[in-house]
Structure formats: C-alpha cells, structure tokens
C-alpha cells in the first residue's frame, strides 16, 4: 500500500479500494515522482492532496469543474497565468457509478491577506459583474474591466485584476465562485483556483 493510497483513502471520499488503487498508480507513472503525499483540504465538491513540491490532484464531483479543467488543460497556460495550471484531468466512477473526477494541477502556497482582502471586495461588486440570465448568477466580465477605474486599487493589485479579468474574457470562462480561499499563490504572484463554470461538456479520458 503506497503513501499516495493511504493519504488519499484516509478521506471520506466515495471510491471503492480498486478505484483508488488505480488511481494511485496511475499518478504514481503519469506524475512522478510521488514524494510526501498529504492532504490539503476540502471543499463542498472534493479534496485536494499534494502529489510532489509541483503538483497536486483535486478529486471532485463537479462535472462543470471538471470540464473547465479540461479546457484549460488544452490551453496549457503559463506560468505567468493568473489561473491555476492543470496538467491532467481523468475520470472514474465512485462507489454509487456516479462519475468522479481528478483533476491534476499546480501546487500552489497559501495567499497573505491583502490578496483575499481582494477577493472578498470584488465579490461584492455584484452589479459590476455579468448576469448570467440561464441560472440568475453573477460573474465576472467585461462589465467588471469596463468600471475596474472606479476602484481605489493599489498599482500591483489593479495589474492582477485586469490580467485576470481579460483572461477570462479572452478565453470565455464564467467565474463566479471567487473568494478568499480560491486565491493562493505561485511564488509571489496571485492565482485563480477552483473555475468551475462557463465550458460545455468536455471529452474526459476515462480511466
């Protein structure tokens, strides 16, 4: 039993002992080298564990996550992009056959205050933000860029938020879930984590 299946299966997450094995392996000969698997953190939709000091795999429910993570996969962003890298995205099945994804990404540090002081202040700017007329919601858009010099923004913040902004709007993704806990750090520089809207269906390779 490696370190990667006993950190991964230590969690409550609904994948029978074959699934999690071949999970295992297969991040074991795709992302090596597998060194101090631990766990990250959860959220409403899944877990995160660190595979090695460059890489970390998300195992979630969401289909939307999963296919903007697809996406972006194709785009092969880089290291400058204000949003997360994914390097691998598969699918499996969980115990109910229900399909359940992982989604292999950067490892990224915790962000200090002034980054989620960000995030928290443009989530309120509701009525900055895009409609989205199917469900109701809100995200953010070319509406948010357009008013972006109403903000009193330090220079290096109002840098990162209009790089942000015009990479979502480049690439036509819907965010909406942006908040302090979705924005870590690559070195000294902010990223987006947890896209998970504004991509149809996507083609996943089944494992």
Same mark, same amino acid.
């Given at each position: 039993?490696?370190?990667?299946?006993? @950190?991964?299966?230590?969690?409550?997450?609904?994948?029978?002992?074959?699934?999690?094995?071949?999970?295992?392996?297969?991040?074991?000969?795709?992302?090596?080298?597998?060194?101090?698997?631990?766990?990250?953190?959860?959220?409403?939709? $899944?877990?995160?564990? &660190?595979?090695?000091?460059?890489?970390? #795999? +998300?195992? @979630?429910?969401? /289909? +939307?996550?999963?296919? #903007?993570?697809?996406?972006?996969?194709?785009?092969?962003?880089? =290291?400058?992009?204000?949003?997360?890298?994914?390097?691998?995205? #598969?699918?499996?099945?969980?115990?109910?056959?229900?399909?359940?994804?992982?989604? #292999?990404?950067?490892?990224?540090?915790?962000?200090?205050? +002034?980054?989620?002081?960000? =995030?928290?202040?443009?989530?309120?700017?509701?009525?900055?933000?895009?409609? /989205?007329? /199917?469900?109701?919601?809100?995200?953010?858009?070319?509406?948010?860029?357009?008013?972006? /010099?109403?903000?009193?923004?330090?220079?290096?913040?109002?840098?990162?938020?209009?790089?942000?902004?015009?990479?979502?709007?480049?690439?036509?993704?819907?965010?909406?879930?942006?908040?302090?806990?979705?924005?870590?750090?690559? $070195?000294?520089?902010?990223?987006?984590?947890?896209?998970?809207?504004? &991509?149809?269906?996507?083609?996943?390779?089944?494992?």
């Amino acid at each position: 039993m490696s370190p990667l299946y006993k @950190t991964i299966s230590s969690k409550d997450i609904p994948l029978d002992a074959e699934t999690t094995e071949k999970l295992c392996l297969y991040l074991e000969e795709n992302h090596a080298p597998v060194q101090r698997p631990r766990f990250l953190g959860s959220g409403s939709f $899944g877990y995160a564990f &660190k595979i090695n000091s460059e890489k970390a #795999v +998300k195992i @979630t429910s969401d /289909d +939307k996550e999963a296919w #903007v993570a697809e996406f972006l996969r194709q785009q092969k962003l880089p =290291a400058t992009s204000p949003l997360v890298r994914i390097f691998d995205v #598969v699918e499996l099945y969980n115990t109910d056959g229900e399909p359940i994804y992982a989604i #292999v990404e950067e490892l990224l540090s915790k962000a200090p205050k +002034k980054w989620k002081t960000l =995030a928290t202040s443009l989530l309120a700017y509701d009525e900055r933000q895009e409609p /989205d007329y /199917d469900d109701g919601s809100f995200y953010f858009g070319q509406k948010t860029l357009d008013e972006l /010099d109403d903000e009193d923004l330090p220079a290096d913040e109002e840098k990162w938020v209009t790089k942000f902004l015009k990479t979502l709007i480049k690439l036509d993704i819907k965010y909406m879930d942006l908040h302090e806990g979705n924005i870590l750090m690559r $070195g000294d520089y902010p990223v987006a984590i947890d896209i998970n809207n504004g &991509k149809e269906e996507q083609k996943i390779k089944l494992l």
